[in-house]
C-alpha cells in the first residue's frame, strides 16, 4: 500500500532565461547599487555587501553610503510611556521588525526609578530618583557599555532647563540654560548656556537682554533646535537664544497666536 503522506518536491531550477534576466540585473553596476539603495536597514547591508567582494566594494563606497545614509534617516524606534503607579517608565516599539529586535530589547532594558525630560539620538536625559538625592543623568539604552553619566551638581537658580545637545557632544552632551533677572525691577535678564563636561557645568554667557516690563513667568522651553532655543513666555513673548552665535532675541507672538492661546487659557 502505498503512504499518502504528502512529499515535497524538489524545488526546479530557474529556466535559463530567468537565469540570464538575473545576471543581466544584478551584473550590472548601476542597477546593482540602486537596489542595495534601497534596502530598508543598514543591517540588510550588511547582509548584503558579505555576498561577494564585488557587493562589499559597492556597499562601501563613501559616496554610496552618503546616499543611504539621506535615504534612510534615523527613524523613530519607538518612546517610553509612564503608567500610573509603575516604578518606571515603560518602551513601546513602533515596528516589530525583525532587523530592529535587538535595538528595541537594549531600549526595553532601561530600568529604575527616572523621570524623562529630553530625548535625542538614543540618549535619554533623566532625572534620577537616587535613594539619597534626586539628580540628573544621561543614559544610553542602545549602547549599554557607556553606562549612567550623573551630571554635575545644577547651579542654585531657580531659572533653569536641562536638555541633550543635538550632535552627542561626547557620552552626556547635555546643556542647560540659565536665566537670571538683573536689578531690582528685573526688566533685564541674563541668558547663560551652561555645558557640563569635566565634573562642572562651564558657563558660556551671552548678551543682556532688555525687556519692555519685568520678567514674566515662563510657560515653557523647547529643547534645542538647529543651535537655537525657544522659551515661551506668559506674557506673550518668545525668548530665543542661538546657542551658536551665543545671542539672545524677544520677539513679540502674533495677535492671532495670542488670541488663541487666551480662549485656550479661558477652556482649561
Known sequence: MESKTDRTEPTAPPSAASAA?????LGDDDLLREILLRLGFPTTLI???AVSKRWLRHASDPTFLRRFRTRHPPALLGFYIRELGARGPRFVP???APELATATRRASAAEGRFFISDCRNGRL???DFDPTACRHAVLSPLHPARGKVVLPPAPKQS?????????GGGYDGAVA???LPIGTTKTKVQVDLLTSG?????AHRTVVIDLPETLPPIAYTLPPVRGKIYSLTKSGHILGLDMTAAKSSLI????KHLAACDDQERLK
Open 125 to 127: 536625559l533623566v532625572m
Open 252 to 255: 513679540q507672538r502674533p495677535d
Open 198 to 202: 569635566s565634573g562642572v557645568w562651564v
Open 177 to 179: 540654560v540659565l536665566m
Open 159 to 167: 531659572l533653569i532647563w536641562f536638555f541633550l545637545t543635538e550632535n
Open 21 to 25: 534576466a538575473i545576471s543581466a540585473v
Open 47 to 49: 547582509r548584503a555587501a
Open 94 to 96: 513602533v515596528s516589530q
